[in-house]
T-cell receptor, first 113, second 112 residues
Framework: DGGITQSPKYLFRKEGQNVTLSCEQN?????MYWYRQDPGQGLRLIYY???????QKGDIAEGYSVSREKKESFPLTVTSAQKNPTAFYLC????????????FGDGTRLSIL | SQKIEQNSEALNIQEGKTATLTCNYT??????LQWYRQDPGRGPVFLLL?????KEKRKERLKVTFDTTLKQSLFHITASQPADSATYLC???????????FGSGTRLQVQP
């Protein structure tokens, strides 16, 4: 079955450390997204990519970086500049054309050691 | 900026009753409004989409209405079951904006 795979499920970061969250899709979707979810808040967009080798900042991109070298993969790096990284991170993909229904992975929960 | 309001308090209902969840938005009218279901520790799953020129959409026990005058969408689950217990998110797709805008969700608890 096609879908989105996020790994790891749980991740712990030490002070000053960069960590990378993996996101792979086999839906042949052009667009991919990273969201952050905090308790009681809606999903907030970190970065998105509409085609390979191109990506744009979302609403809360500071302290994060991404790459899109392959259509199937869109890894997110949480850098040491992100001072409050504890959250649930969700990766999604969609077709490029509207209505752009999102297909989500099952998330990575990041915590600080 | 666009705001979406969903009832932050949990909705508790008895099995067999109809659950009604509300999504209110301000400012721009979306081209599409989408509803997702999210279970604890899982990613959201798409349920239904309604277009700006549609008033109502149904899928099995689910029904979505869209009132662009009131800037409101209602999400109904008829004959609710304990398995329907989850958080339900609404999301707006606004023309010209790059991404969906999500509400914070309403948690539904169906008691047996």
């Amino acid at each position: 079955d096609g879908g989105i795979t996020q790994s790891p499920k749980y991740l712990f970061r030490k002070e000053g450390q960069n960590v990378t969250l993996s996101c792979e899709q086999n839906l042949n979707h052009d667009a991919m997204y990273w969201y952050r979810q905090d308790p009681g808040q809606g999903l907030r967009l970190i970065y998105y990519s509409q085609i390979v080798n191109d990506f744009q900042k979302g609403d809360i991109a500071e302290g994060y970086s991404v790459s899109r070298e392959k259509k199937e993969s869109f890894p997110l790096t949480v850098t040491s500049a992100q001072k409050n990284p504890t959250a649930f991170y969700l990766c999604a993909s969609s077709k490029a054309q509207a209505p752009r229904i999102r297909h989500f992975g099952d998330g990575t929960r990041l915590s600080i050691l | 900026s666009q705001k979406i309001e969903q009832n932050s308090e949990a909705l508790n209902i008895q099995e067999g009753k109809t659950a009604t969840l509300t999504c209110n938005y301000t400012n721009y009218s979306p081209a599409y409004l989408q509803w997702y279901r999210q279970d604890p520790g899982r990613g959201p799953v798409f349920l239904l989409l309604i277009r700006e020129n549609e008033k109502e959409k149904r899928k099995e026990r689910l029904k979505v209405t869209f009132d662009t005058t009131l800037k409101q969408s209602l999400f109904h689950i008829t004959a609710s079951q304990p398995a329907d217990s989850a958080t339900y998110l609404c999301a707006l797709d606004i023309p010209g904006r790059r991404a969906l805008t999500f509400g914070s969700g309403t948690r539904l608890q169906v008691q047996p």
